[in-house]
């Protein structure tokens, strides 16, 4: 198992940025391919961003494609989502997920999940 920590959200406004972070602790870090989803009010999960273990592939969902990027570094233990151009639809709690393969994350997310951070975007 691996825990996961996020962190970084926030109030900003349309048009702004936020980074969030996601410190993991336990297992090897990089034994995980990391993602991002997030859960407006009313609405499923869903799926932002994955990175594989070693970072050499990347996949968005097309709502954030051009805005958002994921990172990691592997010497942190953290994984990034450095969102730009902020929007009121990106309002939601946004959460840190590990998993075996940038493939698992991205069909619905490894076993490992964080407690979330809330992001709202004012328009």
């Known amino acids: 198992q691996v825990q996961l920590v996020e962190s970084g959200g926030g109030l900003v406004q349309a048009g702004g940025s936020l980074r969030l972070s996601c410190a993991a602790s336990?297992?090897?870090?990089?034994?995980?391919?990391m993602g991002w989803f997030r859960q407006a009010p009313g609405k499923e999960r869903e799926f932002v961003a994955a990175?594989?273990?070693?970072?050499?592939?990347?996949f968005y969902a097309d709502s954030v494609k051009g805005r958002f990027t994921i990172s990691r570094d592997n010497a942190k233990r953290t994984v990034y989502l450095q969102m730009n151009s902020l929007k009121a639809e990106d309002t939601a709690v946004y959460y840190c997920?590990?998993?075996?393969?940038?493939?698992?994350?991205?069909?619905?997310?490894?076993?490992?999940w964080g407690q979330g951070t809330q992001v709202t975007v004012s328009s």
């Open positions: 997920n590990a998993g075996p393969t940038r493939v698992a994350i991205t069909t619905g997310g490894g076993k490992n």
């Open positions: 336990g297992r090897p870090f990089s034994n995980y391919a």
């Open positions: 990175i594989s273990r070693s970072s050499d592939s990347t």
